[in-house]
């Protein structure tokens, strides 16, 4: 009998009347703060030899990071990581040389004022760092503005359910379900964003207006409803 009755009430869960939309929002905000993704590897016969270039470029990147003012906690440096390096025996044909002892480390800076990253980014160039892992202006009221995006998306799905259904001549009934996806956290109306890059003393040429355009942040939300048809 229970096994009856559950087959019953899940074949009336099918049979639910649903009308199922997807409900976007976009809001386009001034970044407030840019992120600094930087590795600094250093190679020596000598492994502390090594580790002392190492630190003192990761010193001097903190002595820049105070001297634009970046907060303490505004400032992360990872574990060092070790490993030792040879010759390609596939290339030289020859035995594996020991060419010396890698030491790499990664730096993160958040500087919340974005009028300076461009000059950050060209001192932190000469620092002699190796490399630049990525660059990303982003907003530090994210939660706020996802929060509004939120809540654009599950009105825009609301609205859409309501058109939908007036073409038919029926109207929607309370939520059954709400999904929110997951999109990216930010896109950008501007082309130098995050991702890998590297650059050259051109590219960091002192100017006028700079070489560095802000834009926008892209700050998306995508929801699927579904609602009660009537």
């Given at each position: 009998?229970?096994?009856?009755?559950?087959?019953?009430?899940?074949?009336?869960?099918?049979?639910?009347?649903?009308?199922?939309?997807?409900?976007?929002?976009?809001?386009?905000?001034?970044?407030?703060?840019?992120?600094?993704?930087?590795?600094?590897?250093?190679?020596?016969?000598?492994?502390?030899?090594?580790?002392?270039?190492?630190?003192?470029?990761?010193?001097?990147?903190?002595?820049?990071?105070?001297?634009?003012?970046?907060?303490?906690?505004?400032?992360?440096?990872?574990?060092?990581?070790?490993?030792?390096?040879?010759?390609?025996?596939?290339?030289?044909?020859?035995?594996?040389?020991?060419?010396?002892?890698?030491?790499?480390?990664?730096?993160?800076?958040?500087?919340?004022?974005?009028?300076?990253?461009?000059?950050?980014?060209?001192?932190?160039?000469?620092?002699?760092?190796?490399?630049?892992?990525?660059?990303?202006?982003?907003?530090?009221?994210?939660?706020?503005?996802?929060?509004?995006?939120?809540?654009?998306?599950?009105?825009?799905?609301?609205?859409?359910?309501?058109?939908?259904?007036?073409?038919?001549?029926?109207?929607?009934?309370k939520a059954y379900t709400i999904t929110e996806?997951?999109?990216?956290?930010?896109?950008?109306?501007?082309?130098?964003?995050?991702s890998n890059f590297s650059i050259s003393d051109?590219?960091?040429?002192?100017?006028?207006?700079?070489?560095?355009?802000?834009?926008?942040?892209s700050i998306t939300a995508q929801v699927t409803?579904?609602?009660?048809?009537?």
């Amino acid at each position: 009998f229970a096994l009856s009755a559950t087959s019953v009430l899940a074949q009336k869960e099918v049979e639910r009347p649903l009308i199922t939309v997807t409900g976007q929002a976009e809001i386009m905000v001034v970044p407030d703060e840019v992120a600094f993704s930087l590795s600094v590897v250093t190679m020596e016969k000598e492994l502390p030899a090594a580790q002392a270039n190492n630190d003192q470029i990761v010193k001097t990147l903190i002595a820049l990071a105070r001297q634009y003012q970046v907060p303490a906690h505004k400032v992360q440096t990872g574990y060092i990581s070790v490993s030792q390096r040879f010759t390609n025996e596939d290339v030289t044909k020859k035995p594996a040389v020991f060419l010396g002892y890698t030491v790499t480390k990664n730096v993160g800076i958040i500087l919340q004022d974005v009028s300076k990253a461009e000059a950050l980014l060209a001192d932190i160039f000469k620092s002699g760092v190796s490399s630049i892992q990525s660059v990303s202006f982003r907003t530090s009221q994210l939660r706020k503005y996802k929060d509004q995006a939120r809540a654009m998306a599950i009105k825009a799905a609301q609205e859409k359910a309501i058109a939908l259904t007036k073409e038919i001549g029926q109207s929607i009934g309370k939520a059954y379900t709400i999904t929110e996806e997951a999109p990216n956290t930010y896109a950008y109306s501007q082309n130098r964003s995050n991702s890998n890059f590297s650059i050259s003393d051109g590219d960091l040429a002192e100017s006028a207006e700079g070489t560095i355009a802000l834009g926008q942040i892209s700050i998306t939300a995508q929801v699927t409803v579904s609602f009660e048809l009537k």
